[in-house]
């Protein structure tokens, strides 16, 4: 698509980005990646927040449903949205076999197409973050919660390997749109304090590492580029440049090599730091 930059608004460009976002992650195969990384961390997030049996959940940038599926089989209602609903196949046949039924909704987590004060948990697992604005992402799981209700939030860590993974592929990537902030500033307790302001009445948070895991830094470099739809994205995009593709796999395989903490003989591991985030939003409402 050729954009003429003189006449484009800042809304146009929002939402072109996001489609592209969209279209990324609908890329690979989200849910054979998830299940072979952050999946193990869902349960962390959903006994974090207390789900269980009567409580109706909201689960944003669900993906497959990691944490969806998981505060389902705690008991909750759940509804797992997402912008990417090309995933959702796989989430609902996940979910069937896990015995659990849940409702997939398309969304935007800056703007949540539900009611005021709807759930009464909302939690999102290494997926709001991704979105650019990350102030109408907070006002917006603020706003969906019921007074009193928790929010519960999964993000990686600045100064974790989620840094340097960024650091090998972003020379690559296409730029974010303009005011987008970085999806590792998530994890920054200053920055997550500034987001929710007084409007939470508590904010717990902890830190906390997850490994992921290959046979070797190839295969893990492998595995993304076969799974990983942003990073099959940038490959793709680099497709008719032969040498940024050498270049870009050099690096990324520099990357997984350098940050590999497995025993030399076994399996290559990644440490990943995460924050564990816990607010509990004001019974009245203030700004702040
Ligand atoms: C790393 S995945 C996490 C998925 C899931 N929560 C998990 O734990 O496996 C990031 C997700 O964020 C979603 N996403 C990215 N930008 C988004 C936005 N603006 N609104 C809603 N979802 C978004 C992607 O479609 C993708 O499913």
Known sequence: ?????????????????????????????????????????????????????????????????????????????????????????????????????????????????????????????????FAPHHQAVADEMLRVCRPGGTIGILAFTPEGLISDFFGALVPYMSPPPPGALPPPLWGSEEHVRELFGNRAESLDMTRGEYVERADTPHAYREFFKQTFGPVVATYASLSDQPDRVEALDRDFLEFATRFNRGAPDGPAEYPYEYLLVIARKRGAEKRG
Not at 16 to 25: D, E, H, I, L
Not at 37 to 51: D, E, R, Y
Not at 73 to 89: I, Y
């Open 1 to 129: 698509m050729t954009v003429d930059p003189t006449t484009e608004t800042t809304a146009d460009t929002d939402r072109r980005a996001k489609a592209a976002t969209r279209q990324a992650w609908a890329l690979g195969d989200y849910h054979r990646f998830a299940k072979e990384t952050v999946w193990q961390v869902g349960p962390v997030l959903v006994a974090a927040c207390g789900i269980g049996p009567g409580q109706r959940v909201l689960d944003v940038a669900a993906g497959t449903g990691n944490t969806a599926i998981r505060a389902a089989q705690a008991g909750a209602q759940v509804v797992a949205s997402d912008l990417t609903p090309e995933n959702f196949e796989a989430g609902r046949r996940e979910a069937a076999a896990q015995g659990v039924e849940l409702e997939w909704a398309e969304a935007d987590a800056e703007a949540l197409p539900f009611p005021d004060g709807d759930f009464d948990v909302v939690t999102s697992s290494f997926g709001a973050i």
